[in-house]
């Protein structure tokens, strides 16, 4: 076996298909869209199919707005900023609310806020891992709350929360509700007319199209005050040209993945489970959170006795790719699994590992993947326990 990637929950490669439907528009139609000439005019029907590919991949009214941008960090920074200029611009003291299991880029951009003056209310996983809803629900103030912010499936767990409640407390207060939804597209159905969110976000490279281009879904009646500023792209709300190869991308990769999501939910899941049941075979080990609530690719197992960089680097020795934390920022302690693993009260005393599979994966790869950690855990609770006798 040459190579495994098991981290398709930091990347996904790029499927052949989008690929060859984006390749047109390097070299043969690269008008600006936005020309009135024909090198403008003839990319502008395939902008309209990409986006029709999106609305129909998240099941969106023709009436809410999908805004093209970078990427997903891009688009989560816009929503919440957008609340936050807003209330700068109406002088009016507001508070936000988000979960102590966001990705950084929802985390810090809040952090960013409090650092500026805004109340910022975190709330706290269950035992489950999850936010409770009574918990959101005790959290709003309706004179105050202006936008909630919540993840829709957890990178590090792949634990999903109750996002259709959240919208229906949301409503029930008048408050907006912002769903970083980034690793819930392509595995679990996202549809937006069963969830009563205002604002998601969405990107591209986690649902097997390229990287750099993301989407931000907004809600008929919900506005947002750019980020970006200086040209009349996407209805005003983000200037920029539009990268149209990586839109067209997008569209084409959302329509796939809507098509293999049975498959992520039948094969991929059968896969992750084989792998988890193995893992979970071996002594002293625990995988984070029911996995009945988890998005079907994903597994983060905490390997008691071993240390996380040697056990990463013997998987990565033989081939195998997987994460102890997220890779969009692996330096940072936040993106760590156990942090969010230790706020469910998980035993992670030694370390987190996360296996994230895609519809790419095959059963080889994971048979030989359970070899492998068999292996190297063996090995390594060796090492460690003739160095210290016993590991703690
Ligand atoms: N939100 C979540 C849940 C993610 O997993 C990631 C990337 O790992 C992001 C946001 C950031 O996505 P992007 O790389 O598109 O900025």
Known sequence: M?????????????????????????TKMYGNPNSLHSFGTEVRPYMGLA?????????????????????????NNTVIKSFYFDSVLNHKKVQMITSSIEHPAVSETYEFLEKLGVDVKWLPVNADGIVDPDELRKAIDPDKTSLVSIIWANNETGLINPVKEYGEICRENGVKLHLDAVQAIGKIPVDMQEVMADYITFSAHKFHGPKGVGGLYIRRGSTITPLMHGGEQMAGI????????????MG??????????????????????????????????EVIGDRNIRTPNTILASFRGIEGEAFLWDL???????STGSACSSESLESNPTFVAMDIGADLAHTGMRFSLSRYTTEDEID????????????????????SKEYI
């Open 2 to 26: 040459e190579r495994v990637y098991l981290d398709n929950n930091a990347t996904t490669l790029v499927d052949p298909l989008v690929k060859e439907a984006m390749e047109p528009f390097f």
């Open 51 to 75: 986006l029709d590919r999106l609305y129909a991949g998240i099941n969106a009214d023709d009436e809410d707005d999908i805004i093209i941008n970078s990427c997903a960090s891009e688009g």
């Open 238 to 249: 983000r200037a920029g040209t539009v990268n149209t190869p990586y839109m067209v991308g």
């Open 252 to 285: 084409l990769a959302l329509e796939l993945a809507g098509k293999n999501l049975d498959f992520e939910n039948t094969e991929v899941r059968k896969l992750r489970d084989k792998l988890e049941d193995a893992i979970l075979d071996i002594e002293d080990v």
């Open 316 to 322: 990565n020795q033989n081939g195998i790719a997987a």
């Open 368 to 387: 030989y993947t359970i070899d492998v950690i068999r292996k190297s855990v063996k090995r390594l609770r060796d090492i460690s326990s003739t160095n």
